[in-house]
């Protein structure tokens, strides 16, 4: 089960972003809007961490460490404000806080505050690898092959096919399963804060850095760290990571200490890669120092028998999660999914099945229960060339229809309807505000 964290902000918008980014980053959440709310929230449910603002009325964020550590001294506390000092810093950790955060930080800042304190349960079953065709077996044998080595592993494929899938399998396959695979995301995470959350930095080597922290190489000793999108890594940053790799040492941010590494190094990107290093987007040296097993993932549509077994992993997945009956997929429909294209792979596969398990009113998913995302050319779905027009009305019409309902079945409630839509709340706003514009009535307040 993933660790939950309670979130306690006054501020409605923020604690919604900040529980946002959380929930993105893989971590349960709870919220309370001030510090006496969340002592009530910490009487009732177990919290594995505590993320609270300082300025709150009655009971603000160091009133609230406070209390907190009268009867858990661990508990990780991650105290933020926007009126950030070191004189605060400095109180604040006196006083038992685990880190300190000033106003306005990036998601990604948070999330490795957050992974520095609490580690995410590596994944225990073969996730979305089914091994239905041909070219599933291939992959899996190849990966339980290469998992047995210390080679670094390029994993290469479309957006959506499941390279992280083939990550974790690595991983538990590999001598290393026992530690905690740690992931980044280089194409979500600007440079100057991917690079210290690749190397680690130290308390004072820049604006913000109130503590020392481990960076990712280093929380990654003696196990795996995936390097996603590696291609959309900038040169200079590149260059870095090249060293780190060729001298297996890695030096923080403001330190001159070399720290000595063991971590199997598994990247992956949806680009041509030997393009890239032609067009002189990626370094050769780096290509063939990650390239040295690659792995291809190949396309759902060109893994056809694969579709109707992961399909119906979905479905029972989006059932248990919905607290739905169980439900079925109609003959017609389990055509229509294998005649589709999938350009957006097993990611788009697994977002129609979880729509259709909302749209469906009986125990069997019908055609009319699938709404694809794509109106690309090679789709065999396609509507006739007359229906074009109208095409993008429908979907959006369709789309409201989905909302709609949704929203009532939720009495109104905003974060569980966006939690049953697998879309963030951010998002739903966005979609009710539209609504609203073209007059549409929304159900709730």
Known sequence: MNPQILIVEDDEVLRDAVRETAEIGGYKTICANDGEAALRALAETEVQAVISDVQMRPLGGQELLKEIRKTDAKLPVILMTAYGSISGAVSAMRDGASDYLAKPFDAEVLINQLSNFIALPAESDRGEIVLASDAART????????????????????????????????????????????????????????????????KGAFTGAYKASAGKFEQANGSSLLLDEVTEMSMPLQAKLLRVLQEQQVERLGSNRLIDLDVRIIATSNRDLKREVADGNFREDLYFRLNVFPIAVPP?????????????????????????????????????????????????????????????????????????????????????????????????????????????????????????????????????????ADGVDIPGR
Request: contains cysteine.
């Open 139 to 202: 992959l899996d044998a190849l990966v339980t092959k290469v998992a047995t080595t210390d080679s670094a592993v390029m994993i290469t494929g479309e957006s959506g096919v499941g390279k992280e899938v083939v990550f974790r399998l690595l991983h538990q396959h590999s001598s290393r399963r026992e530690n905690t695979p740690i992931a980044v995301n280089c194409a979500a995470i600007p440079d100057n804060m991917l690079e210290a959350m690749l190397f680690g930095y130290e």
């Open 300 to 436: 759902l549509r060109d893994r056809i028998d694969d579709i109707l077994p992961l399909a119906q992993l979905f479905v029972a997945r989006a059932c248990a999660k919905q607290n739905h009956k169980t439900l079925t997929i109609s003959a017609p429909a389990c055509a229509a999914l294998e005649e589709y294209h999938w350009p957006g792979n097993v990611r788009e596969l697994d977002n129609v099945i979880q729509r259709a398990t909302i749209l469906c009113d009986e125990a069997v998913i019908s055609v009319d229960d699938l709404v694809f995302e794509s109106n690309d050319p090679t789709n065999h779905a396609e509507p006739p060339a007359e229906d074009q027009d109208s095409l993008g009305d429908g979907l959006r019409d369709h789309e409201r229809r989905i909302i709609l309902t949704t929203l009532r079945e939720c009495n109104g409630s905003r974060k569980e309807t966006a939690k049953q839509l697998n879309i963030s709340p951010r998002t739903l706003r966005y979609k009710i505000a539209e609504m609203r």
